[in-house]
């Protein structure tokens, strides 16, 4: 019954998400390019969401759902969040777009699968292993002081505006990035280590299956999650890219596994269950990734002008 549960919010999860349009790279590049906020607004309404569903979590059952792990920002923490910043540039979607661009039928994004895979493997060698440096470090509570309550206080906030837009403006995108927040720490709580990449890697790894096949039903029901939605807003329609954009995305996918091994986790983790769990070293390693992104756009942008 638990098992069925965790598969039916992994579906809930992507067809949310599918129907958000949430993308890091796409609200960078409308930030930096026409200068509007609103889609990283958006998706901290989702990190808002995931928040005050684990706040609910942990206040009135404590112990039955996980707490993220944190770990200490030290170089290896920017450098990993900058290298998967670079990625998610290259790849033209981070973890979450891509499961956008995958569900919209663009089937050139699977070559960022392959890129995943490629980025374990490379994980595995042994100078990368001791040359990098992650030391667990103790998690955010209300024994931290002001800043704590900032961030509790600033969820809660988003949480009230979104509300007010559902309320007013009955605001579909809204109402699917409150779904995808509650999904995601549901999923998070329950299994911390069911993400896509994270699966990759046991495959990768030759690790053995999870009890049930829990985790491996949940990464399918997410991706059907995704595509189901997008079907239904006739958004669905079998593409290819052209071998320029496949290799881009599996370079971008290689560098974001890279990156979400040593930071650990990707943009998604970070987003709906790192920051939310408030676990300080995701907001400095999710505006890490952002910068990196931020720059390699204006760049680029300058140059083709």
Same mark, same amino acid.
């Given at each position: ?9 992994? =579906?809930?999860?992507? !067809? ?38 684990? =706040? @609910? ?19 290896? /923490?920017?450098?990993?969040?900058? @290298?998967?910043? /670079? ?25 960022? !699968? ?19 440096? /992650? ?7 209300p024994d931290t002081g002001l800043l704590y309550w900032i961030i509790v206080g600033s969820f809660a906030a988003l949480v009230m505006w979104s509300i007010w837009r559902i309320y007013r403006r009955r ?16 999923? !998070? ?13 046991? !495959? @990768? ?44 995305? =599996?370079?971008?996918?290689? /560098? ?17 269950? @790192? ?24 760049? =680029? ?5």
């Amino acid at each position: 019954m638990f098992s069925s549960a965790i598969i039916l919010f992994a =579906f809930i999860l992507g !067809f949310a998400l599918s129907r958000a349009s949430t993308c890091t790279v796409a609200a960078t590049k409308r930030l930096v390019l026409q200068r509007r906020i609103d889609w990283f607004l958006g998706i901290m309404v989702a990190v808002s969401w995931s928040a005050l569903t684990l =706040f @609910v979590l942990h206040s009135l059952l404590p112990g039955t759902a996980a707490r993220p792990d944190s770990y200490a920002m030290n170089a290896t /923490l920017f450098a990993a969040s900058a @290298v998967m910043g /670079l990625g998610a540039w290259m790849n033209g979607g981070c973890f979450i777009g891509t499961i956008g661009h995958i569900s919209s039928g663009n089937l050139s994004y699977i070559a960022t !699968f392959l890129g995943l895979a490629l980025s374990r493997l490379i994980g595995q060698w042994p100078p990368v292993t001791q040359a990098l440096d /992650l030391r667990p470090v103790p998690r955010m509570s209300p024994d931290t002081g002001l800043l704590y309550w900032i961030i509790v206080g600033s969820f809660a906030a988003l949480v009230m505006w979104s509300i007010w837009r559902i309320y007013r403006r009955r605001q579909q995108a809204v109402i699917a990035l409150g779904v995808m927040g509650v999904a995601a720490a549901l999923l !998070f709580a329950h299994r911390p280590d069911w993400s896509y990449e994270a699966l990759i890697g046991r !495959f @990768v790894q030759g690790q053995p299956v999870s009890q049930d096949l829990t985790i491996e039903l949940a990464v399918a029901a997410l991706f059907a999650g995704a595509i189901l939605s997008s079907a239904l807003n006739s958004r669905f329609r079998l593409s290819h890219a052209g071998l320029r954009t496949t290799i881009w995305c =599996f370079l971008g996918g290689t /560098l974001m596994g890279l990156g979400a091994l040593y930071v650990p986790g990707g943009n998604d983790t970070q987003l709906l269950w @790192v920051m939310p769990g408030l676990a300080f070293h995701g907001f400095a390693a999710y505006l890490t990734m952002v910068a990196v992104v931020a720059m390699m756009i204006l760049l =680029f942008h300058r140059k083709n002008r």
